[in-house]
């Protein structure tokens, strides 16, 4: 595993949850971190504090990722900050909400889309010139287990930009190997404390997930932070294309 220190990373969506844990262990590991946020400004102004005081170089970005231009501001300005980009984490995404085929109009299908699938091209596309000129570099994106089983009702169009998630790392390894780019993805399971679940899980559901999962508990956020940060550090590894599942066993690719 390769040192950290002084890489330089962005982390999409690293207001909260499974962003801010990833963050917080690259800051922890000794990285210069661009911290991308949409709305609430606490978590990513602590970051920055906690970043200042480790003696790590660390700013927060606002932007809209489904807008192309504040997109390839949000890349542009981390990449200035920082003097470059050699780790990019695709975190932003989300469920937007549950709804069943018959009840799926337009505007929602591409809503999700966007924010699931448009963030993540839109800023991979502007960062690999930056992560090129790296050299060894790295990128993470984040699935999620309804992209390998389809997810619990009402989750089918989220289910379906996961997968898609999948083919795009997938894809991306081979186009940009040559260039000395990684690119792998981790397909989290029921993983608490975080937004998303906390929007859309109920007790019940979470409690009837955790009886079928082997190790009998729901994930944390740093569960699936520890992992993204190996693969981070592997910037001159051999490991690309590859989705770790992380989900206590209850899915076995």
């Known amino acids: 595993m390769g040192t950290l220190a002084g890489k330089r990373a962005l982390v999409t969506g690293a207001e909260q949850g499974i962003g801010r844990a990833v963050a917080d262990q690259l800051i922890d590991a000794g990285c210069d971190v661009a911290i991308h946020y949409f709305s609430a400004t606490d978590g990513p102004r602590d970051m920055v504090d906690r970043a200042r005081s480790l003696g790590r170089r660390a700013a927060s970005f606002r932007a809209d990722l489904t807008d192309e231009t504040a997109a390839n501001a949000l890349v542009d300005q981390s990449a200035a900050f920082l003097g470059g980009l050699d780790i990019l984490i695709n975190?932003?995404?989300g469920l937007i909400g549950r709804?069943?085929?018959?009840?799926?109009?337009?505007?929602?299908?591409?809503?999700?889309?966007?924010?699931?699938m448009t963030t993540a091209m839109l800023v991979t596309r502007r960062a690999v010139?930056?992560?090129?000129?790296?050299?060894?570099?790295?990128?993470?994106?984040?699935?999620?287990?309804?992209?390998?089983?389809g997810g619990h009702g009402g989750s089918l169009v989220y289910s379906m930009?996961?997968?898609?998630?999948?083919?795009?790392?997938r894809a991306l390894s081979a186009e940009l190997?040559?260039?000395?780019?990684?690119?792998?993805?981790?397909?989290?399971?029921?993983?608490?404390g975080t937004r998303?679940?906390?929007?859309?899980?109920?007790?019940?559901?979470?409690?009837?997930t955790i009886r079928d999962i082997p190790l009998g508990r729901a994930?944390?956020?740093?569960?699936?932070?520890?992992?993204?940060?190996?693969?981070?550090?592997?910037?001159d590894g051999f490991i690309?294309?590859?989705?770790?599942?992380?989900n206590g066993g209850i899915y076995c690719a």
Not at 108 to 114: E, G, H, L, P, Q
Not at 163 to 169: D, M
Not at 196 to 208: G, M, W, Y
Request: net charge negative; charged share 15%; hydrophobic share 45%.
């Open 196 to 208: 998303f679940h906390n929007t859309f899980t109920t007790q019940d559901s979470a409690e009837a």
């Open 91 to 93: 975190n932003v995404g």
């Open 219 to 235: 994930g944390s956020v740093d569960d699936i932070a520890r992992p993204i940060v190996y693969l981070a550090s592997e910037y």
């Open 99 to 116: 709804r069943l085929l018959t009840e799926v109009d337009l505007d929602f299908w591409n809503t999700v889309i966007d924010v699931n």
């Open 240 to 246: 690309t294309g590859a989705t770790l599942d992380i």
């Open 129 to 149: 010139p930056y992560l090129s000129a790296a050299g060894a570099s790295s990128i993470v994106n984040l699935a999620s287990l309804a992209g390998r089983k």
């Open 177 to 192: 190997g040559p260039q000395g780019i990684r690119v792998n993805a981790v397909a989290p399971g029921l993983i608490l």
């Open 161 to 169: 930009t996961k997968g898609a998630i999948l083919t795009f790392t």
